[in-house]
T-cell receptor
Framework: AQSVSQHNHHVILSEAASLELGCNYSYGGTVNLFWYVQYPGQHLQLLLK??????LVKGIKGFEAEFIKSKFSFNLRKPSVQWSDTAEYFCAVNGDSSYKLIFGSGTRLLVRP | DAGVIQSPRHEVTEMGQEVTLRCKPI?????LFWYRQTMMRGLELLIY????????DSGMPEDRFSAKMPNASFSTLKIQPSEPRDSAVYFC?????????????FGSGTRLTVV
């Protein structure tokens, strides 16, 4: 069965610090990978996605993620965070034979001004 | 398009009462998903539909939960009878057929509190 692990449950950073959130998945076949963001009190919004091609994908608001197949990882990065990046971040995966999107447990990011 | 529309935004009900949550997917989307979000369990997929037909309901917690999609523009999630442990935020999401490179579009959610 597919699963997604996000090891950092809470991350606290100061503005301008660099961010990297870990995501590892478990699935033997071809996968599609996503990062979603949920701002306080709001719904999930798509940050970026990987389906194929260049393993380094760029998303909205300066975020990027790198797919490393050998490590089953899809870590999210941002070189310089802002206070407005305070939110919860979810990694998600679905396999090519399934349309179910499986989410990780989420990472709560707090950016201090 | 107004996006995925859920109603109500907030629902407070007493234990034992019936609760109905509603969702209007984005026009043209073939897939509709119901998720539940809690602090303890995170985001759980409850059920999803393809072309109005339930495909996988293995995430539905128990018989008290039921979901329907009578047409392409409307779905309901019903809990009868409701219990305090059902308190959560329920999200509806929709998507195009496989091959869609935009992921899911989520609604704003319904925050359910059962007292």
């Amino acid at each position: 069965a597919q699963s997604v692990s996000q090891h950092n449950h809470h991350v606290i950073l100061s503005e301008a610090a660099s961010l990297e959130l870990g995501c590892n998945y478990s699935y033997g076949g071809t996968v599609n990978l996503f990062w979603y963001v949920q701002y306080p009190g709001q719904h999930l919004q798509l940050l970026l996605k990987y389906f194929s091609g260049d393993p380094l994908v760029k998303g909205i608001k300066g975020f990027e993620a790198e797919f490393i197949k050998s490590k089953f990882s899809f870590n999210l990065r941002k070189p310089s965070v802002q206070w407005s990046d305070t939110a919860e971040y979810f990694c998600a995966v679905n396999g090519d034979s399934s349309y179910k999107l499986i989410f990780g447990s989420g990472t709560r990011l707090l950016v201090r001004p | 398009d107004a996006g995925v529309i859920q109603s109500p935004r907030h629902e407070v009900t007493e234990m034992g009462q019936e609760v109905t949550l509603r969702c209007k997917p984005i026009s043209g989307h073939d897939y509709l998903f119901w998720y539940r979000q809690t602090m303890m369990r995170g985001l759980e997929l409850l059920i999803y539909f393809n072309n109005n037909v339930p495909i996988d309901d293995s995430g539905m917690p128990e018989d008290r939960f039921s979901a329907k999609m009578p047409n392409a523009s409307f779905s309901t999630l019903k809990i009868q009878p409701s219990e305090p442990r059902d308190s959560a935020v329920y999200f509806c999401a929709s998507s195009f057929s496989p091959g869609d490179h935009y992921g899911y579009t989520f609604g704003s959610g319904t925050r359910l509190t059962v007292v």
